[in-house]
């Protein structure tokens, strides 16, 4: 392909879309739309909606491609990831070969920012020849869950950090901060933290219509979040959801 732009497409909400994002899926030629099965499906429809709704070029071409599973056999697991990423770029490649990909301009749309906890630029980097790469900043899950529960992502003067729940479970505690934002978290890794004086701040689909939130001291708010990420997924198929915990205000929720 010529061109890549990944374009950042926030949290589901189409009203999350930048100006910029809207004109760059009106100036491309392709925009690739990943299927992921069908217990998540609702993804791919969003991205459908999305393009519904803001793509007003007749040029421009929405073309989908099922995205292919991670093999969890495999011990290892980044060693998992990277060979999973291989099969991803493979696809794209061939998805494209098939649309008159290699002298189009190419869009794919990311949850959140494709800066942040994100793979798309990993992948990408994996094609060849390698396009000229554009990222358009999207809204993240990050910022969706302190706006939901309207509280700043920082103490005063304090810093805070930002990590995954491998690591949480893996590290423990990250050291440097009493704050910390978890992403990518689908074991609710906060069961491995001490509850006195934590309170936890957690979302599940911020910005979609379906959001759903809860806050407050992580012991009594944590069997909570358990029990409801379980009706949700049931309800849903499945589950995107984040959490800031902070082991000194527990009074602040």
Not at 97 to 120: E, F, H, I, M, N
Not at 124 to 139: D, E, F, M, Q, W
Not at 151 to 159: G, H
């Amino acid at each position: 392909m010529k061109d890549l732009f990944l374009v950042g497409i926030g949290t589901g909400n189409p009203e999350h879309i930048t100006l910029q994002a809207i004109r760059t899926l009106n100036a491309v030629d392709v925009v690739l739309i990943p299927r992921k099965g069908d217990s998540k499906a609702d993804l791919a429809e969003i991205r459908r909606e999305i393009c519904a709704e803001v793509v007003t070029n007749p040029a421009t071409r929405i073309v989908e491609f099922d995205l292919p599973t991670r093999d969890e056999a495999t011990p290892d697991y980044l060693q998992r990831v990277e060979d999973w990423h291989d099969r991803i770029a493979t696809v794209w490649a061939e998805t494209l070969a098939r649309t008159d990909g290699p002298k189009a301009r190419v869009a794919l749309l990311v949850w959140g920012d494709p800066s942040l906890y994100d793979s798309t630029l990993r992948i990408a980097s994996r094609l060849t020849p390698r396009p000229a790469i554009t990222v358009i900043p999207g809204i993240t899950s990050l910022q969706g869950l302190t706006a939901a529960h309207a509280i700043p992502l920082n103490d005063l003067a304090a810093p805070f950090t930002v990590t995954t729940g491998r690591q949480l479970r893996d590290g423990g505690w990250p050291a440097g901060s009493d704050r910390i934002a978890v992403m990518l978290d689908g074991e609710c890794s906060f069961t491995d933290v001490a509850t006195e004086n934590t309170t936890i701040w957690w979302a599940a689909y911020v910005g979609m219509p379906q959001q759903t939130t809860l806050s407050g001291p992580l012991a009594e708010t944590g069997p909570k979040i358990i029990e409801t990420r379980k009706i949700l997924r049931a309800a849903h198929g499945w589950v995107m959801d984040i959490y800031i915990l902070d082991r000194s205000k527990a009074d602040q929720a």
